[in-house]
C-alpha cells in the first residue's frame, strides 16, 4: 500500500498511515515519507506497537542515529541499546525518578523551545518518539513551523537576519535551569558550533528561521543583546498559529524534521510515570533524507 497522509494542522503536520512500520520500508515506502516529511515536516502514526529494535529499525531507514547529550552525560541507562533515548522519569533501576534528580532535569529542559542536536556538526535530521506509559494528565508535545515563521517576518527583519549566524551550546540550556555541575571535559565535549538564522531547507527548498533555545549568542553581537533578540525571534516563531499540540495516545510514534521545526513538551505529574523512547538521525551526506 502506498503512504496516505491526513492534514493535522492549516500549516504543517498529517497524520500518516498505508505503511507497516514495523517492517523493513522498501526504497520506493522510504522516498515516500521523505517526500511526505518536505511537505508536513511533522508525520504522526497512530498504533504503532514497535519493539526498540524495531524502531531502531525504522530510523536506520533514513540515515545513521545520532546519541546526541548522551556523549556528554554517559550516565548509566535502563534501555537496551545506547541508540534509544529514553525520554522518561523513570531512573536507571526503572523506578519513577526523585523530583530533583538528573534525569528530571531532562526532562525540564525538554520543555524548552529546542531543535534536537542543534549544538552539534552533524545535528539532527530526524526524531521518532514513541509513547508506551503516559501521566493522567498534560504532557502533550508541541511543534513549531519554522518555515512558517520565516514566511512572516517582517521585510526589515528578513533583510536583517538574512547574514546572521548564532551559536548553540550543548549545556546552555541545562545550565539555564541551574545545573552548573559538569567537569570541564564534559562541557568541551560538544564544543559549541554556529549556524545560520536563516536556512534553506535542502528538501522543500523553503526557506526557515532557525532558532531555539540552544542558540546562545549571535556571532559579532554583545551578549545581552544577542540573547534579548534571539528571544525575540523565539517568541515570534511559536506564536499559536504555527504551532501543533500533540496529544499522546499510547503506541504513538511521531515523526518530525529537526532542520525545519522546533519542539517542546508540556507539564505534566513528574510523580507519575510518564516513558517514552527517542531516536534521531543525523544529517550527514549518508542519510536517505531526499524524495523520489
Same mark, same amino acid.
Given at each position: 500500500?502506498?503512504?496516505?497522509?491526513?492534514?493535522?494542522?492549516?500549516?504543517?503536520?498529517?497524520?500518516?498511515?498505508?505503511?507497516?512500520?514495523?517492517?523493513?520500508?522498501?526504497?520506493? /515506502?522510504?522516498?515516500?515519507?521523505?517526500?511526505?516529511?518536505? =511537505?508536513?515536516?511533522?508525520?504522526?502514526?497512530?498504533?504503532?506497537?514497535?519493539?526498540?529494535?524495531?524502531?531502531?529499525?525504522?530510523?536506520?531507514?533514513? @540515515?545513521?542515529?545520532?546519541?546526541?547529550?548522551?556523549?556528554?552525560?554517559?550516565?548509566?541507562?535502563?534501555?537496551?541499546?545506547?541508540?534509544?533515548?529514553?525520554?522518561?522519569? %523513570?531512573?536507571?533501576?526503572?523506578?519513577?525518578?526523585?523530583?530533583?534528580?538528573?534525569?528530571?532535569?531532562?526532562?525540564?529542559?525538554?520543555? !524548552?523551545?529546542?531543535?534536537?542536536?542543534?549544538?552539534?556538526? $552533524?545535528?539532527?535530521?530526524?526524531?521518532?518518539?514513541?509513547?508506551?506509559? *503516559? $501521566?493522567?494528565?498534560?504532557?502533550?508535545? =508541541?511543534?513549531?513551523?519554522?518555515?512558517?515563521?520565516?514566511?512572516? !517576518? $517582517?521585510?526589515?527583519?528578513?533583510?536583517?537576519? =538574512?547574514?546572521?549566524?548564532? /551559536?548553540?551550546?550543548?549545556?546552555?540550556?541545562?545550565?539555564? *535551569?541551574?545545573?552548573?555541575?559538569?567537569?570541564?571535559?564534559?562541557?568541551?565535549?560538544? $564544543?559549541?558550533?554556529?549556524?545560520?538564522?536563516?536556512?534553506?531547507?535542502?528538501?522543500?527548498?523553503?526557506?526557515?528561521?532557525?532558532?531555539?533555545?540552544?542558540?546562545?549568542? %549571535?556571532? @559579532?553581537?554583545?551578549?545581552?543583546?544577542?540573547?534579548?533578540? !534571539?528571544?525575540?525571534?523565539? =517568541?515570534?516563531?511559536?506564536?499559536?498559529?504555527?504551532?501543533?499540540?500533540?496529544?499522546?495516545?499510547?503506541?504513538? !510514534?511521531?515523526?518530525?524534521?529537526?532542520?525545519?521545526?522546533?519542539?517542546?513538551?508540556?507539564?505534566?505529574?513528574?510523580?507519575?510515570?510518564? /516513558?517514552?523512547?527517542?531516536?534521531?538521525?543525523?544529517?550527514?551526506?549518508?542519510?536517505?533524507?531526499?524524495?523520489?
Amino acid at each position: 500500500m502506498s503512504l496516505r497522509l491526513k492534514p493535522l494542522h492549516s500549516l504543517f503536520v498529517a497524520e500518516a498511515s498505508g505503511i507497516d512500520i514495523t517492517r523493513p520500508l522498501s526504497e520506493t /515506502e522510504v522516498r515516500q515519507i521523505n517526500a511526505a516529511m518536505n =511537505e508536513y515536516a511533522v508525520l504522526v502514526w497512530r498504533g504503532q506497537p514497535l519493539t526498540g529494535q524495531q524502531q531502531i529499525d525504522f530510523a536506520k531507514s533514513f @540515515g545513521p542515529l545520532d546519541l546526541g547529550l548522551k556523549k556528554v552525560f554517559k550516565r548509566k541507562e535502563r534501555l537496551e541499546d545506547e541508540r534509544l533515548i529514553d525520554i522518561s522519569n %523513570v531512573d536507571a533501576e526503572g523506578n519513577v525518578a526523585r523530583r530533583d534528580s538528573p534525569k528530571n532535569l531532562s526532562n525540564f529542559a525538554n520543555q !524548552l523551545w529546542h531543535s534536537d542536536s542543534s549544538f552539534q556538526d $552533524p545535528r539532527a535530521a530526524y526524531s521518532m518518539l514513541h509513547a508506551l506509559v *503516559l $501521566p493522567s494528565w498534560g504532557g502533550n508535545t =508541541e511543534f513549531a513551523d519554522l518555515r512558517a515563521a520565516y514566511d512572516a !517576518l $517582517p521585510d526589515r527583519t528578513k533583510a536583517e537576519v =538574512e547574514e546572521l549566524r548564532a /551559536e548553540h551550546y550543548a549545556l546552555h540550556t541545562r545550565i539555564l *535551569l541551574g545545573d552548573e555541575a559538569y567537569t570541564d571535559e564534559q562541557k568541551k565535549t560538544i $564544543p559549541p558550533v554556529a549556524w545560520p538564522l536563516v536556512q534553506t531547507h535542502p528538501g522543500s527548498g523553503r526557506k526557515l528561521l532557525f532558532v531555539g533555545v540552544h542558540a546562545r549568542q %549571535v556571532i @559579532g553581537w554583545p551578549t545581552a543583546e544577542s540573547r534579548m533578540y !534571539l528571544q525575540d525571534l523565539l =517568541e515570534h516563531a511559536t506564536q499559536r498559529e504555527f504551532v501543533y499540540r500533540h496529544e499522546w495516545r499510547v503506541d504513538d !510514534l511521531v515523526m518530525w524534521d529537526n532542520r525545519s521545526t522546533l519542539h517542546r513538551g508540556r507539564r505534566y505529574d513528574i510523580a507519575e510515570r510518564r /516513558e517514552l523512547r527517542r531516536t534521531t538521525i543525523e544529517n550527514v551526506p549518508e542519510a536517505r533524507l531526499m524524495a523520489a
